[in-house]
């Protein structure tokens, strides 16, 4: 069983910063992408960030210029640096992993609250 453990969430001021941090349980020879969804109260789940391993990053229109994902292979992990945060960004964030060669499953972490409010 894979495991994916996230953490870094919490309350913040509007304008201020914070990164979260997804990692795998145990090392996870294929992964395809990494990426990071959210969903905010009365509003769908919907993609913020997701980077394709050997490829290059998409945002969401609205975290363009504030949001950036990265990975770290060696240690199964996925960040998200989140600056200039705002009110709207308020959600719970959810990481996943797509893995595997000739089909693709998906693995989902616990799901991280992320407060902006002064």
């Known amino acids: 069983q894979v495991q994916l453990v996230e953490s870094g969430g919490g309350l913040v001021q509007p304008g201020g910063s914070l990164r979260l941090s997804c990692a795998a349980s145990r090392n996870i020879a294929i992964i395809k992408t990494m990426g990071w969804y959210r969903q905010a109260p009365g509003k769908e789940r919907e993609l913020v960030a997701i980077?394709?391993?050997?490829?290059?990053?998409n945002y969401a229109d609205s975290v363009k210029g504030r949001f950036t994902i990265s990975r770290d292979n060696a240690k199964n992990t996925v960040y998200l640096e989140m600056n200039s945060l705002r009110p709207e960004d308020t959600a719970v964030y959810y990481c996943n992993f797509r893995v595997g060669l000739l089909y693709a499953d998906d693995y989902w972490g616990q799901g991280t609250q992320v407060t902006v409010s002064s």
């Open positions: 980077i394709p391993t050997g490829g290059t990053p």
